[in-house]
């Protein structure tokens, strides 16, 4: 957690995820079982009409997920069983957006999640559910 707070207001592009890197989002905001992470609608981000391509705003999502559960403290790495998606506004090229994750519950073996995405305005951009199921691989042996 100490070293999730050290970085809030400073861009994400070293760390396990490369895809995650790729994002280069700003962690806004950090706590035990939530996140909020910052992006930037890029041209490599849009469709041809210049909106947020659906898989890239599911990738934020799922990412920041990620993040999270690194956060919420679990020994071993997680990873997702599912994740539901659901698209209710568009994004443009330019825009800037929040991605905020939060931890609804915690099992011995699986955490659920929601997340959502809004535009600077708070206009709901897409929102999802995941499941995360725990692996044997320990967080410390990443690194």
Known sequence: MDYFRSQVGKTLNRTPSAAGNWLAGTLLAVEQQSIKVGYTVRADMCNPGRVLHGGIASLMLDDVIGM???????EFLMTSIN???????????GERLEVSARLLRSGSNLNHW???IRKESGKLVAKASSNLIKTHVKIADLK
């Open 114 to 116: 929601e997340a959502e």
């Open 68 to 74: 999270g559960n690194f956060v919420a403290g679990s």
């Open 83 to 93: 994740l539901s998606v659901d698209f209710l506004s568009a994004a443009q090229l």
